[in-house]
């Protein structure tokens, strides 16, 4: 084995959690795999006999590539928000390496979404220490911030991400049941069911993509029970798989075989918070019906 195979092969070792960190700073998977792919062409392009902890080095390569794209995203907008999901991380049972350490301690859409509410500086302290467990003294260099500095961001990200997406129930097969209940209530047009299942602050965000409709939110039991009738017709037309969306229970709906809707559902306190449901077409074409995502 030459030195590049052996070089190649260090990297692959870190390839899923380098996605993973990506994923969470940037909410879109063909844009983490770019920078992930960025961050093995400048390993190729360096001095890597010199680097005493390769994960450490790639991480902060990642972090950096991260935030340059975060900026040049909030350098185009004339909103600070794009009005769509974030892209969902979607499996049947995480199997190959990639998919553990990609779904490995997943955060809900919910909290993708929150996530996109932070500043660049923000959402890199933030998803760095609180999510991957990086001291901020290994933090501030990307930042080009101080360790204090750079703990004062996650802290100020931290205090707008609590309480704005709740934490779901731990127990997958709690989960499960609780939208198991909600399809029953929506093939049924059920309406009395389906108020049953929902928290009464339940948020529904909607992407449709904006080549049709765009995203709609709406928020609160009465407002999202009254889209019954479309979860009726939905759930006698489509066929629903259940899946892990981000890590919690989810549906894949297809009609005719072919993918129409990813629904990623937040349950907390055995009812539903949050309803996530990607069907911009153009998006949902990147994914595969095999469970593993894009």
Same mark, same amino acid.
């Given at each position: 084995?030459?030195?590049?195979? &052996? ?54 390569? +990642?972090? =950096? ?5 975060? #900026?040049?995203?909030? $350098? =185009? ?25 990609? /779904? ?9 979404? +929150? ?10 302290? &933030?998803?760095?220490?609180?999510? &991957? ?25 931290? $205090? #707008?991400? $609590? ?18 209940? %909600? ?21 529904? =965000? ?26 009726? #017709? /939905? ?29 990623? %559902? ?20 990147? &994914? ?5 995502? =894009?």
């Amino acid at each position: 084995m030459n030195d590049s195979d &052996f070089l190649a092969r260090r990297f692959e070792e870190h390839r899923g959690h380098l996605k993973a960190v990506a994923h969470r700073m940037l909410g879109c998977l063909t844009e983490a795999d770019d920078a992930v792919q960025e961050a093995w062409l400048r390993l190729a392009r360096s001095e890597a006999e010199d680097i005493d902890n390769l994960g450490g080095w790639l991480t902060t390569v +990642v972090g =950096r590539v991260c935030l340059d794209v975060l #900026r040049s995203r909030r $350098q =185009r907008r004339e909103d600070p928000l794009d009005d769509h999901l974030p892209d969902p991380v979607v499996t049947d049972e995480v199997a190959d390496p990639e998919h553990r350490v990609l /779904m490995a301690d997943s955060v809900g859409l919910a909290l993708l979404v +929150v996530l996109e509410s932070l500043n660049p500086a923000e959402r890199l302290a &933030f998803v760095l220490h609180d999510l &991957f467990g990086l001291p901020f003294e290994e933090i501030a260099p990307i930042l080009d911030r101080t360790p204090v500095a750079a703990r004062k961001l996650a802290s100020r990200a931290r $205090q #707008r991400v $609590q309480g704005a997406a709740p934490a779901p129930d731990p127990d997958p097969t709690a989960q499960r049941r609780v939208v198991d209940a %909600f399809l029953v209530a929506a093939r049924g047009g059920d309406l009395t069911a389906l108020l049953a299942v929902l928290d009464p602050d339940v948020t529904l =965000r909607a992407d449709s993509g904006k080549a049709l409709a765009g995203m709609r939110v709406l928020h609160g039991a009465e407002a999202v029970a009254g889209q019954l009738d479309t979860f009726h #017709r /939905m759930a006698t037309l489509a066929t629903a798989r259940p899946a892990l969306v981000n890590g919690t229970a989810g549906l894949v709906n297809t009609v005719d075989g072919e993918l129409f809707s990813i629904m990623a %559902f937040t349950v907390a306190d055995g009812r539903i918070v949050g309803i996530d449901i990607l069907s911009d077409p153009d998006r949902l074409a990147g &994914f595969d019906l095999d469970g593993t995502g =894009r």
